[in-house]
């Protein structure tokens, strides 16, 4: 990942509840939005990419019932991923 990458990157809003930190990412390249789950007791993490027609917030607020409802898995063990898309 070059700097280029990283600095096209914003974080819009970040909270952490009971060791689960959820972000609200913007690409400033393409204007796509994405939330990002990393469970820092267990290091599992996913991340999906907010949909045509789905309320930034709500995603960002109910991250886990927006993976369950586009089948992303969410028990990826390991570095955070840059991004899973949706379908």
Known sequence: MTAETLTSVRELDTRVTD???VRLLWSQDDGRLW???MDTRSAQSFCLEV???ES???VFHHPFAY???HGVPTDTVGSE???AHAV
Do not use: E, F, T
Request: glycine residues 16%; proline residues 11%.
């Open 56 to 58: 930034p917030v709500d």
């Open 67 to 69: 993976a369950a409802h």
């Open 35 to 37: 939330v990002s789950v």
């Open 51 to 53: 949909g045509d027609g």
């Open 19 to 21: 060791g689960i930190q």
């Open 81 to 83: 991923p840059l991004m």
